[in-house]
Antibody, heavy 117, light 112 residues
């Protein structure tokens, strides 16, 4: 069974950074790209970027190029996203999601990141 | 960027009736390989999105045949025949033709 298990909710200070994780199981981690999606409260889905776990190659949406950093650890089958210089605009739920050719077939449960002083 | 524009539903929809959700893209999603890179997802309240339809009209594994997708290169429709309580949530269309990947703003379905 394919599972994407994400880390727990985070409460962080403005200006700080946070690193959230997505542990994959039930498939060969390096065979599928991992994508990340943002959802602000009561709002829609926004694509952040993706990583190829096999070689670390990344692609980002323009607006997230200086905000998000995607990495992957093949030894632990875990993808990570670090968000920097956090503001209230970054308060959101962040999903990791696996791509199968050209659609997202499995999603993590989401991580709620709250930016507040 | 490709802009995805979704229509609204005349909520609430009576149980057992059909519902159609529209989605329009600012660029044709028809690839030279003949596939149309338009996907549909449902996000139930408090849950992660789940895949319903990919390549415009192919139902994902385990998805009820009450769901069907159709369209052209830029205009798409998700039809739900005989809506049920479990269909409540927000439906999103998404293009996978090119980066950045983009989603529609979502269409909420409520059942009466």
């Amino acid at each position: 069974e394919v599972l994407l298990q994400q880390s727990g909710a985070e409460l962080v200070r403005p200006g700080s950074s946070v690193k959230i994780s997505c542990k994959a199981s039930g498939y060969t981690f390096t065979d599928y790209y991992m994508h990340w999606v943002k959802q602000r409260p009561e709002q829609g889905l926004v694509w952040i970027g993706r990583i190829n776990p096999a070689n670390g190659n990344t692609v980002y949406a323009e607006k997230f190029k200086s905000k998000a950093t995607l990495t992957a650890d093949k030894s632990s089958n875990t993808a990570y996203m670090q968000l920097s210089s956090l503001t209230s605009e970054d308060t959101a739920t962040y999903f990791c999601t696996r791509i199968d050719y050209s659609y997202f077939d499995y999603w993590g449960q989401g991580v709620m990141v709250t930016v507040s002083s | 960027d490709i802009v995805m524009t979704q229509g609204a539903l005349p909520n609430p929809v009576p149980s057992g009736e059909s519902a159609s959700i529209t989605c329009q893209s600012s660029k044709s999603l028809l690839h030279s390989n003949g596939k149309t890179y338009l996907n549909w997802y449902l996000q139930r309240p408090g849950q992660s999105p789940q895949l319903l339809i990919y390549w415009m009209s192919t139902r994902a594994s385990g998805v009820s045949d009450r769901f069907s997708g159709s369209g052209s290169g830029t205009d798409f429709t998700l039809k739900i025949s005989s809506v049920e309580a479990e269909d409540v949530g927000v439906y999103y269309c998404q293009q996978f033709l090119e980066y950045p990947l983009t989603f529609g703003s979502g269409t909420k379905l409520e059942i009466k």
